[in-house]
């Protein structure tokens, strides 16, 4: 059955601020400091090298502000995952705007919109892959990559593998190739557009 869009275990790689950022901005308030307070300096020479420095810290700060973003969309991101994985429509819906629209492979090349199309994969589907006698379901998220539009818009895509047991009790591997958009309403991030790709070829 080709709609294997849930799994009992999601892992994410997440982006975290580099040490090297720690230091750039260290060494930048440090060495403002130093030329504030180097009295017998030329006051020009003072604040032109200052205001390089503000341009320092502001893009270390800039770049801090970025990584956590992207941090938060990959958060959403898994928690909309997780609520596929175990059949909580109540938070997907939370997550999803109501008239978020897709183009997945069950909907046969055409673009939906609204919840009822992937509600009725979570009352017929999402249930039975994950009941007892289904066995084990895992799902693995591989290079998340987070495009920030602005500071309410954001893309991210990756690559998505689910691992599960088929009827024949026979591990089987399904990869798809996701990109979801999210929209800052109200102070929270909701799911407005999904676009997911089967990968046949990598059907293992």
């Given at each position: 059955m080709?709609?294997?869009f849930?799994?009992?275990l999601?892992?994410?790689f997440?982006p975290?601020?580099?040490?090297s950022s ?5 060494t930048s308030?440090?060495?403002r400091s130093?030329?504030?307070?180097n009295l ?5 020479d003072?604040?032109?090298s200052?205001?390089s420095?503000n ?5 270390d700060e800039?770049?801090l502000?970025r990584?956590t973003?992207?941090?938060?969309i990959?958060?959403v991101?898994?928690?909309l ?6 059949g909580?429509f109540?938070?997907?819906s939370?997550?999803c705007?109501?008239k978020?629209t897709c183009?997945?492979p ?5 673009l939906v919109?609204?919840m009822d ?7 017929n589907f ?5 009941s007892?006698?289904?066995?084990h379901?895992?799902t693995?998220v591989?290079?998340p990559t ?8 954001a893309?991210i ?6 691992q599960f047991?088929d009827r ?7 990869q798809?190739e996701?990109?979801?958009?999210w929209h ?7 799911n407005v557009h ?9 059907a293992?």
């Amino acid at each position: 059955m080709s709609c294997i869009f849930c799994g009992s275990l999601f892992t994410s790689f997440r982006p975290s601020p580099t040490n090297s950022s720690k230091s750039n901005r260290k060494t930048s308030l440090t060495s403002r400091s130093t030329i504030n307070n180097n009295l017998g300096a030329n006051k020009k020479d003072i604040k032109e090298s200052t205001d390089s420095n503000n341009i320092t810290i502001e893009d270390d700060e800039g770049k801090l502000d970025r990584i956590t973003k992207e941090q938060e969309i990959i958060k959403v991101t898994e928690q909309l995952l997780s609520a596929l994985t175990s059949g909580d429509f109540e938070t997907f819906s939370r997550l999803c705007d109501p008239k978020i629209t897709c183009f997945e492979p069950e909907s046969l090349g055409n673009l939906v919109e609204g919840m009822d199309f992937h509600k009725f994969y979570f009352d017929n589907f999402v249930t039975k892959v994950n009941s007892p006698a289904r066995g084990h379901i895992n799902t693995t998220v591989l290079h998340p990559t987070v495009h920030l539009m602005s500071d309410e818009a954001a893309c991210i895509a990756y690559i998505r593998l689910t691992q599960f047991m088929d009827r024949d009790a026979t591990a089987k591997t399904v990869q798809h190739e996701e990109t979801r958009v999210w929209h800052k309403k109200n102070g929270r991030w909701v799911n407005v557009h999904c676009h997911r790709s089967i990968n046949s070829n990598k059907a293992f």
